[in-house]
């Protein structure tokens, strides 16, 4: 019972560099998130995909961009890596975006920007 | 905008005795609330949900909320701390419309023996 699943669990990577994190969920969801945490702030919304095809910015998203590939899998691509996006990445999923719905986090992916 | 505030950092119990952590949120509608759990170095766990039914919710490992509008709080509570409890807690509204999680900082509770 996998859940969400979030490849890789650790990168470092230098300025400039460019990175795709991977997001992959087996409970048939049709939203999926990714959020950034850093310490003392919790957990900020970077984009979201309400449904299939479709994404939305959230509430820091510069800097990113992502992929809804399909329904199981939506990747978050870092195109110019910068110091300033140090920090934990988590995916997660809900069935869809009704109020209420619980969101199910995967363990994140730690990314160290030297 | 809807926004949560939790008003302790870190909290300090010894095993065996009851946790409380504070939230206070602020919301311009009737609003959805969570708890959830992070263990060191894992994702993040729902303990409990508030979504306009009983006040009182009871969630996951011994572990309830109220939720008072007069106050506008949501305090976690659990009667007898266990050493497994300790991790970070976060209190959490969820945005109208489509559901957009808004986060607090973060509680921290540490358990001694």
């Known amino acids: 019972n996998a859940g969400v699943t979030q490849t890789p669990k650790f990168q470092v990577l230098k300025t400039g560099q460019s990175m795709t994190l991977q997001c992959a969920q087996d409970?048939?969801?049709?939203?999926m998130y990714w959020y950034r945490q850093d310490p003392g702030m919790g957990l900020r919304l970077i984009y979201y995909?309400?449904?299939?095809?479709?994404?939305d910015k959230g509430e820091v998203p510069n800097g990113y961009n992502v992929s809804r590939l399909n329904k199981r899998e939506f990747s978050l691509r870092l195109e110019s890596a910068a110091p300033s996006q140090t920090s934990v990445y988590f995916c997660?999923?809900?069935?869809?975006?009704?109020?209420?719905?619980?969101?199910?986090f995967g363990d994140g992916t730690r990314l160290s920007i030297l | 905008a809807q926004s949560v505030t939790q008003l302790d950092s870190h909290v300090s119990v010894s095993e065996g005795t009851p946790v409380l952590l504070r939230c206070n949120y602020s919301?311009?509608?009737?609003?959805?609330l969570f708890w959830y759990v992070q263990h060191p170095n894992k994702g993040l766990q729902l303990l409990l949900k508030?979504?306009?039914?009983?006040?009182l919710v009871k969630g996951i490992n011994g572990f309830e909320a109220e939720f008072k509008k007069s106050e506008t709080s949501f305090h976690l509570t659990k009667p007898s701390a266990h050493m497994s409890d300790a991790a970070e807690y976060f209190c959490?509204?969820?945005?109208?419309?489509?559901?957009?999680?808004?986060f607090g900082t973060g509680t921290r509770l540490l358990v001694s023996p």
């Open positions: 995909s309400a449904s299939e095809g479709t994404t």
């Open positions: 919301s311009s509608y009737s609003p959805s």
């Open positions: 959490v509204v969820s945005d109208p419309g489509f559901q957009k999680l808004v």
């Open positions: 508030y979504t306009s039914a009983a006040t």
């Open positions: 997660a999923s809900s069935e869809d975006g009704g109020v209420g719905q619980p969101q199910h």
């Open positions: 409970m048939n969801h049709n939203s």
